[in-house]
């Protein structure tokens, strides 16, 4: 059940388990992890975005740019939402929790400004993004709710029991792999990058497969109104197969796309205690549901698209005949086959 790379973790299970250097209990919003830290005197709610390049956190009553000996003003792009948000670049930012402290010279304070920070605000305190990751190994057990830290390069071979590689370009995970859209004759390389702060399961962003997806009129329809593609279907990722995955094709490409064509969120992750190890480019799995061989069954109790674009609902299944089929053999209906 590996990607090509991939490798098994059976071999090495007499391999004593490594100690993490601290556990903390975690919460799940819509597969997202998230966990508290003390900052500034304040408990944050932090989301675990690999998604994100940077730390940051959001600008609230309790947590003002007054606190902050900051840096001149900068701005931030979010690709998915196609907007700039106002933020200051702020240094020495410990994050506490009991004993441990992670010391980030590089965080981003986002300000209180516009509609689609409000709704950020609404959601979480802040982000831990990828310079948080690059330090450590980040060991997510959804069964337990709790993340466990390893110093980065653990081996967690006897942990978990697969490895998915995991290719770093420019510090951002991508996972590359083979696979067959409904529409595609045969599975094609794919690259979607790693993004545990997205809660739905994948988003493509393709103009060649939009449009393969669509025909010319619904095509033309659906990016005048910014919708996109939803379907419900079997996705092969490596040999791990998931059943009734949300996939959401995009109509508009979002600017600094960069290699990828999409991402994979947190909802293909949740049959899963998963490890990231950004530092080595490993993604530690161990299934916490039945399906490792039949293929992991979702419940997806809401769909989420990346820029909360809207989106038409298809089904890519092929027709099932409404009469019985008449086999022929040798010339003759219901005959022997010679």
């Known amino acids: 059940m590996l990607a090509p790379g991939a490798e098994s973790a059976t071999a090495k299970d007499l391999t004593p388990p490594p100690e993490p250097l601290v556990t903390l209990p975690i919460h799940l919003d819509n597969n997202r992890p998230s966990t508290t830290f003390e900052v500034m005197g304040q408990n944050l709610d ?10 940051l956190l959001l600008e609230k009553e309790d947590l003002h740019r007054g606190q902050w000996q900051a840096s001149a003003p900068v701005n931030i792009r979010f690709p998915a939402f196609n907007q700039l948000a106002d933020a200051s670049q702020i240094s020495n930012v410990e994050f506490r929790a009991g004993n441990f402290v992670f010391k980030n010279q590089d965080t981003l304070l986002l300000h209180n400004e516009g509609d689609m920070v409000q709704r950020l605000v ?6 831990l993004g990828r310079d948080f990751f690059r330090n450590y190994v980040v060991a997510i057990s959804a069964s337990n ?3 466990s830290l390893y110093p980065a390069g653990t081996d967690m071979s006897s942990l978990f029991k697969t490895m998915q590689p995991i ?9 590359v792999h083979r696979s067959r859209l409904p529409w595609e004759k045969m599975p094609t390389i794919k690259v979607f990058m790693l993004d545990t702060g997205y809660p739905g399961g994948v988003a493509l962003w393709d103009d060649d497969q939009f449009t393969r ?4 009129i619904e095509a033309a329809e659906l990016r005048k109104s910014d919708k996109g593609i939803l379907y419900f279907g079997r996705f092969r990722f490596g040999k791990l197969i998931f059943n009734n995955l949300p996939i959401f094709i995009g109509s508009h490409t979002p600017k600094q796309l960069q290699e ?6 947190a909802t293909m992750l949740a049959p899963f205690d998963y490890a990231i190890d950004l530092s080595s480019g490993k993604l ?3 299934p916490n ?16 698209t990346p820029g909360n674009e809207e989106f038409v609902v298809k089904d890519f299944r092929p027709p099932v005949s409404a009469s019985p089929k008449v086999v022929i053999y040798g010339g003759q209906a219901g005959g022997q086959p010679r």
Request: glycine content about 12%; cysteine-free.
């Open 289 to 304: 549901i039945a399906g490792l061989y039949s293929g992991f069954d979702l419940d997806n109790k809401a769909i989420y």
């Open 260 to 265: 990828r064509q999409g991402i994979i969120g």
């Open 122 to 127: 609404s959601q979480m305190d802040g982000i």
């Open 46 to 55: 932090l989301l675990l975005d690999t998604g994100a390049s940077k730390s």
């Open 167 to 175: 290719t770093l370009r420019n510090g951002t995970p991508y996972l």
């Open 213 to 216: 997806a669509t025909n010319t």
């Open 284 to 286: 530690w799995l161990t």
């Open 145 to 147: 709710h709790k993340m």
